[in-house]
């Protein structure tokens, strides 16, 4: 499976979706549930990447469903946030930041400042395209310094990029 994301996001989707569902489907097969909302997350993440935002949306709110059925919610800010990247590709702006505030909200509850500062730096990128640089620096820049090791990650440099861009 993570094969088959990898593969997704070095642009060769349709193998990759292929390799994914075919791991997917052993896990099923088995009736392992351990991790299943990463899984599907990932999943809806490479049909993202492939272009495909209902299969997309489809697998991220199944992520979800999972989530809170099975309460492991360590990755559900980063399942919402990447919903968020889904409804921006399909232009829907209102809730692609509807879903980065809530994947904030999320993050903050959880004390997970890696998923916050990759929420963060998607609603700030959002409303850098809106002419809402001020709003933007304001949200990420708190983010991003409290954060003190591993600067060089690409997370961070995405990051410390978008603040440049908006200083």
Known sequence: MERGWCLAALGR????ISLFTTGAAGWDKLRFIVHKPWVLTLLGD????????????EHIEEARRV???TEERWLLAETVRLRGDVLVSIDDRTGAETSYREAIA?????????????????LARLWH???KRKQAHALLAPVYNWL?????TPVLQEAKALLDELA
């Open 67 to 69: 989530a809170d059925a």
């Open 46 to 57: 490479a049909f993202r990447i492939a272009g495909q935002p209902q299969a997309a949306l």
């Open 106 to 122: 999320i993050a903050q509850q959880q004390g997970a400042k890696l998923w916050e500062l990759r929420a963060a730096t998607s």
């Open 13 to 16: 989707a349709d193998e990759g």
């Open 148 to 152: 003190t090791e591993g600067l060089g």
């Open 129 to 131: 395209h809106q002419a």
